[in-house]
C-alpha cells in the first residue's frame, strides 16, 4: 500500500507523461460553470455531461471533472466597464488577434459580465530532481511522512443540526468520533454549533456508515418489526427503494438521517425486513414510479395519466385499500403530465389544481427606510411618505401582497409571511448582515428587493440555500443567479414585441422613425434602421424638435405610414404628435412606440391625439381602468374581488404597484400550491394571467428566469385601450 502511495506521490511531483482525459477542478467563491468552461476551452455541456448534477448549480469548494485535451488551462477575464479588447491585450500581455481567437464572439462588441478567454496560464516549470536532492530531501520525507494512515474517506453526507443537539450526540448517531467531525468541519475547533447548521459526516471505505437506530427517532423504528442494511444497487432511487420496501419516502428519510439523496452504488441504508419487494416486481420496463401528492385522488392521478381505474389499480393492487400522501405507485412511463388545463387565450389555471398545502414560507425585503422614518412626528412623516417615491412604491407593493396572502388563504394555501427592511439602495453590507443574522434556508421565496443592487445582493447571499428571489421591479439584465427571478420583462424584450409586430405587416408600409437626440436613444435608433433598412428618418432639429416641412418629406401620401416616436422629451412628443394628428387622415398615419414612458402621460399630451393615431406600444401590464374599460367575464371577476378586498382594507382604490404586488405574490403562492417546489412550478412553459399581469418564466441560458409575457396595447376611438392577440 505504501509503495503504491508513494508512486502516486512521485506523479504528482513529476506531472504525468501522457495527456489526461479529465481533470478534477475546485469551484472557486463567485465561479459558475459558464465560467470554468471558458478557464479550460471546453463548453457547458460537456462540463454537465460529466457532472450531471452541476445543472442544479455548483457551490464553493465543489469538484468537478473536466474535460481536458491537453492539460492546458487559460486565464479568464469578466468584462466590466471601459473594457476593449485593446486594453485587454494590454493588460494580460496577449495580442488582440490572440483574444479574437480565443472569443469569436468579441468581433460583434463586448458586453459587460461577459467571460472571455485572455491567454493561457502559464504552467510552473517542476526543477529537475536530480539537481535538488539534497535540497529535496526533506521535503520528500515530510510528504511521506503526511499519508493518512486512518481509514480512506469516500464521501460526505450533509447532516442539519437540530434544536439542542450536540457534536457528541450526533458522533453517536453515526458511530464516529467527534474528532471525526471536527476533522472534516475545521470552524467547529473554534467555534459552537448551531440549529441548522450545515456539517459533513465523512464515510470511510473500509467503515460503512452505520446509524445508530436508539438515536434517531424511536417513533419511525416503532412501525417496522425489524429492521436491516441494504445496499445501493445501480439505478436505485429514494421512491423505487422507499416503494420495494412499502414505506413512503418520507419514512426512508427518517430512517436514514442526513441520507446522501444521490445514492451512491454500494453506499448502505436502513429499510424494514418486514415488506421486500424485488426490483423485476417493482417496475417493469415502460413503467415509471410516482409519489402521491397530499390530498391527491385516484381520479386526479387517472386524469393526469389517461389510464383506467382497472388498469391503476392492477398495477398497484394495494391501493384498493385507499390512497395515501407519500405513497409511491406504479405508473406507465411519460403518461404523467401537470393536470393544468389551458384555458382561453392560451392561459393557464391554477386556482383549480392545488395538491401542496404546506405552508409557503415567503420573505418580503423592501425599503421600508424605517431608520429614518419619525414616527412620532405625524406631519414629518405625512410629508416624508409623499417626497420618498421608493417608500411609496413599497408600502404599495406590500400592500398588494397582503391582499395576495389572504385570497390564496381562501384557497387553503397559509404562508408564513416575513417582513425584512432593506433601507436604502446598495446597501450591500446591511443586507448581507440581514440574511446572517435571520434564517433563510428553509424559505421557499424572497419578494423583493425593489433596488437592482440590493436584489442581486439578496441572490447571491442565498444562492447557498437554492433560495428563488422574485424582483417586483428590476428590468434590467442581472448577473447569473440560478436562483433569481425577474419578474417585469426587460426593455429590450419590450422593444422586441413591437418591432416583431411592426415587421410581421410592413410590407407595405412607409416606415418613419423619428427619434431623440443624443447617445440615450442611438441603441434603440440603430436597431430599428436595422429592422427596417428602407425606413425614412426624420430631422431633428437642435433642441429635439421636428419642422412640418421635414416631416412632409418623410410621409407618403399613397402607402399607410407607420411611425415610430423613441423621446421622453415632453417638448418633443408635444411638438410631433399634434403634427402627426393633423396628417392623420390624409396620410393614413398609425403611431408606434417602443417605449411609453410617463412623458406619453404628461397634461401636455392629448389623450385624444393618441387615439386618433392608434398609438401602439408594448406593456408590462395591462395599464386597464376597472372601472372605465370593458373587460371579459372571467377578468372583470379577478379584477372586482381583489379591488373590492383592497378598497374594504384600506380605504382606496388599489394603484399600479398595488395591483403588481397582488399579481406576483399570488401567482408564486399559487405556483408553490401546484408543484413540489418553485422552480418545478416555473417548467410549465405556458402563460398566467390575473389583474393587470401575466407570467411565462424562462430559463436563461446561463442562469436564472425572466418572465417573458408581455401586452401589445393600441389605443382605439373613443380614448379606448385594447390588448391585441398574439
Known sequence: MKKLTLIFLLLIVTGSVFAQQYKGHKVAKGENVYRISKRYNTTVEAIYKINPTAKDGVSEGQILAIPIVNDQEYNTHVVEKGDTVYSLSKKYDVSTETIYLLNPEAEKGLNIGQVLNVGKIKQKVETPVDSSIEDGKKEVIDNLKVIPAEPKIIRFISHKVKRKETLYGISQVYNITVEDIKRNNKRLYSEQIRKKDIIRIPVYANEPLQVNPTKVNDSVYSRFSATTQ???????????????HGITTTELERLNPGMDLNFPIGSQIIVPTS???????AIQPGFELYEVKPKETIFRILSRTGISSDSLFKMNPYLRDGLKAGMVITIPKDTLSTGIETVKGGLINLEDNIYNYTPKKVAVMLPFCLDTLKVDAIKETGDYLKNKQSLRIALDLYSGILIAVDSAKTKGITTELTVYDTQKNNNKDYIKKLIDENNFDETDVVIGPLYQKNAETVASELKKYNTAVFSPASKKELNLYDNFFQTRPSNDMLQDKIISFVEKDSLDKNIVIIVQQGPKYEKVKEKLIAKFPEAKIAKIEEGNYVYEVRLNKVLDKNKPNWVFLESDDVAMIANVIPLLNAKAESHN?????????????NDNIKNEHLSKLHMH???VDKEFDSKEVEVE????????????????????????WAVRGFDIAYDILLRLGTADDIYHASSYGRTTEYVENKFNYAKKELGG??????????????????????
Open 617 to 619: 406600444y408594448p406593456s
Open 230 to 244: 441494504y445496499i445501493v444497487k445501480p439505478k436505485d432511487t429514494r421512491y423505487g427503494i422507499a416503494r420495494r
Open 275 to 281: 415488506v421486500f419487494v424485488s426490483f423485476e416486481e
Open 705 to 726: 428566469y425572466y418572465n417573458k409575457a408581455t401586452y401589445l396595447i393600441r389605443f382605439e376611438d373613443d380614448l379606448k385601450l385594447t390588448v391585441l392577440e398574439e
Open 633 to 656: 367575464e372571467g377578468e372583470e371577476e379577478v379584477m372586482s374581488t381583489f379591488a373590492k378586498k383592497y378598497k374594504k382594507e384600506y380605504g382606496v382604490d388599489p394603484n399600479n
Open 589 to 601: 398615419v398609425t403611431l408606434f412606440t417602443t417605449d411609453k414612458n410617463i412623458a406619453f402621460d
